[in-house]
């Protein structure tokens, strides 16, 4: 029984993503994008483990973009070169390229604004499009997914993190921070 002016203590929460289901669900989603005449762009690290395998899952020859924000993001001064460790490799030209950015999480928008900013500094590409396994809410900029797998509520103090097995299976891992 709870009295007035108190407030009953959340459970923790027990979740669990299935992530090879929700890949899946990703491929389906990228295919009904119209991916053609698209490259292929991940956001480090989950981001790009998620485009090689659509690179190979979809059957196109030759590797994926991979893009990292470490370089602009908003708190560059209090991280340093900290997560700087995988570099931007675009082997395309980007200059009226289409691109999907892939993501295994959104939350905030925030390295996604760095994302742009750091893809920007290679060309001007035709179009962007975002799509992600998991978009979290909670964003502080205007951003959204043109698709996303699935919208997880997570308390703010949880991070959800990609991992990826020894055999290229995914998996996520929901950490208290």
């Known amino acids: 029984m709870h009295h007035l002016g108190t407030v009953p203590e959340e459970p923790a929460l027990n979740l669990t993503l299935d992530a090879e289901a929700l890949y899946r669900e990703l491929l389906r989603g990228v295919q009904q994008l119209g991916v053609e005449n698209t490259q292929l762009v991940g956001i480090t690290s989950g981001g790009a483990w998620l485009a090689e395998r659509l690179q190979a899952d979809l059957g196109r020859s030759g590797s994926p973009g991979v893009i990292s924000s470490a370089m602009h993001r908003d708190d560059f001064a209090r991280r ?8 931007t490799q675009i082997p395309f030209d980007v200059d009226e390229a289409h691109i999907l950015l892939l993501d295994d999480v959104l939350y905030t928008g925030r390295t996604l604004r760095a994302v742009l900013n750091e893809l920007f500094d ?4 035709a179009s962007v499009r975002l799509a992600v396994l998991v978009d979290r809410g909670g ?24 991992a990826r097995g020894a055999d290229g299976h995914f998996s996520f891992e929901v950490r208290d921070n």
């Open 122 to 125: 290679f060309g001007r590409p």
């Open 80 to 87: 340093g070169l900290a997560g700087a460790g995988q570099q």
């Open 139 to 162: 964003r502080e900029l205007p951003v959204q997914a043109d698709f996303a797998a699935a919208r997880v509520a997570l308390p703010a103090g949880q991070s959800l993190a990609l």
